[in-house]
């Protein structure tokens, strides 16, 4: 996979053998042998193809890693394959023996402080967000149901690129980001290459969820519960209630967990472990999300798949 950072996840395997690769990048250093031992790792894999004369071309799976496609998955790949990532994966075992997250102690701080604390880790973390974000936005815009006029306050919303995709859909929608106050100059320089009629309905709200959610009518919550525990969650959930307007509807979006004896969704299960390892929360069955909703004072009302074949889910709860 460092074969696709190495070379920048451009579009160039249309064929080419390793020396090839390496003679059309030379501002990349690296060892032909190796790079070749790699390259028949991914070809086994299937993300390239693999001739006799050792070259390597593309195959549906190589557009999905490439900056070049819409919606790729580069920066979940640059993610997953960071040094940071390595070491939390690497406490899996001392994990389970504890039964619980090791982050902090290997960190020394928890997760979003140290990547608030690490520049280039934040810079990183936020590339895999916005991966993951392309992939579902154009499903969310399809089917979060949205009023008219109304005010939407997307929690941990990050550097905002859901509520300006939003925004661009909806002219009378309003909306609030919530974040940490380090997200905030992030925020602003991604809002100041946007569209002035988009950029003035949205704010940035800086603050921390776990003591207050500014008052909205549609609260979002993207990949937000999934990595919390439930004490947490609940909190977040509570004080997202308090402040929910009249009719008003809160929506976790994150996976929902196929039921035990359901094997399929490696996808969700693997992000399972590397909630179990990065922080301290969990991806949750239908079951489990009722239960949180309801400890909060919500409903869950309905939970509406946004593409087939992926348990990315609108969860969606009203007051009780
Ligand atoms: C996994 S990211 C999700 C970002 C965004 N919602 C998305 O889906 O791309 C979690 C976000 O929660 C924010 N966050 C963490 N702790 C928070 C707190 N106490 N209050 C508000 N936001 C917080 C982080 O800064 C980060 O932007």
Same mark, same amino acid.
């Given at each position: 996979?460092?074969?696709?950072?190495?070379?920048?996840?451009?579009?160039?395997?249309?064929?080419?053998?390793?020396?090839?690769?390496?003679?059309?990048?030379?501002?990349?250093?690296?060892?032909?042998?190796?790079?070749?031992?790699?390259?028949?790792?991914?070809?086994?894999?299937?993300?390239?193809?693999?001739?006799?004369?050792?070259?390597?071309?593309?195959?549906?799976?190589?557009?999905? #890693?490439?900056?070049?496609?819409?919606?790729?998955?580069? +920066?979940?790949? =640059?993610?997953? &394959? $960071?040094? %940071?990532? !390595?070491?939390?994966?690497?406490?899996?075992?001392?994990?389970?023996?504890?039964?619980?997250?090791?982050?902090?102690?290997?960190?020394?701080?928890?997760?979003?402080?140290?990547?608030?604390?690490?520049?280039?880790?934040?810079?990183?973390?936020?590339?895999?967000?916005?991966?993951?974000?392309?992939?579902?936005?154009?499903?969310?815009?399809?089917?979060?149901?949205?009023?008219?006029?109304?005010?939407?306050?997307?929690?941990?919303?990050?550097?905002?690129?859901?509520?300006?995709?939003?925004?661009?859909?909806?002219?009378?929608?309003?909306?609030?980001?919530?974040?940490?106050?380090? #997200?905030?100059?992030?925020?602003?320089?991604?809002?100041? +290459?946007?569209? =002035?009629?988009? &950029? $003035?309905? %949205?704010? !940035?709200?800086?603050?921390?969820?776990?003591?207050?959610?500014?008052?909205?009518?549609?609260?979002?919550?993207?990949?937000?519960?999934?990595?919390?525990?439930?004490?947490?969650?609940?909190?977040?959930?509570?004080?997202?209630?308090?402040?929910?307007?009249?009719?008003?509807?809160?929506?976790?979006?994150?996976?929902?967990?196929?039921?035990?004896?359901?094997?399929?969704?490696?996808?969700?299960?693997?992000?399972?472990?590397?909630?179990?390892?990065?922080?301290?929360?969990?991806?949750?069955?239908?079951?489990?999300?009722?239960?949180?909703?309801?400890?909060?004072?919500?409903?869950?009302?309905?939970?509406?798949?946004?593409?087939?074949?992926?348990?990315?889910?609108?969860?969606?709860?009203?007051?009780?």
């Amino acid at each position: 996979m460092k074969c696709w950072i190495y070379f920048g996840f451009s579009l160039f395997f249309l064929g080419f053998s390793a020396q090839e690769l390496i003679e059309k990048n030379q501002e990349v250093e690296v060892d032909r042998e190796n790079l070749e031992r790699c390259l028949r790792v991914c070809a086994s894999l299937g993300f390239v193809s693999e001739d006799e004369e050792g070259r390597f071309g593309p195959t549906l799976s190589t557009k999905l #890693l490439s900056k070049d496609t819409q919606g790729n998955l580069s +920066g979940i790949l =640059e993610m997953f &394959s $960071s040094p %940071l990532f !390595f070491n939390l994966f690497s406490t899996l075992g001392a994990s389970l023996k504890s039964g619980k997250s090791e982050a902090e102690k290997t960190l020394g701080m928890p997760f979003f402080d140290y990547l608030h604390n690490n520049p280039e880790d934040m810079k990183m973390f936020a590339g895999a967000m916005e991966s993951h974000s392309a992939l579902h936005t154009p499903a969310i815009l399809e089917k979060l149901e949205v009023p008219e006029h109304a005010v939407l306050v997307d929690v941990g919303g990050g550097m905002g690129h859901l509520a300006v995709a939003l925004l661009q859909k909806h002219p009378h929608l309003k909306a609030i980001v919530l974040d940490r106050p380090e #997200l905030q100059p992030m925020f602003e320089k991604f809002i100041k +290459g946007q569209d =002035e009629s988009v &950029s $003035s309905r %949205l704010e !940035f709200s800086a603050g921390d969820m776990f003591k207050s959610v500014p008052a909205g009518d549609i609260v979002v919550l993207k990949h937000i519960i999934h990595d919390w525990d439930d004490d947490h969650c609940v909190l977040t959930l509570k004080n997202a209630t308090v402040s929910l307007k009249e009719n008003g509807r809160i929506v976790g979006i994150d996976a929902v967990l196929p039921k035990l004896g359901d094997s399929s969704d490696i996808a969700t299960k693997v992000m399972d472990v590397n909630m179990l390892v990065a922080v301290t929360g969990k991806e949750r069955r239908e079951d489990q999300w009722r239960e949180i909703y309801e400890k909060a004072g919500l409903v869950l009302e309905k939970v509406v798949q946004l593409k087939e074949h992926d348990a990315m889910s609108l969860v969606i709860a009203k007051k009780k």
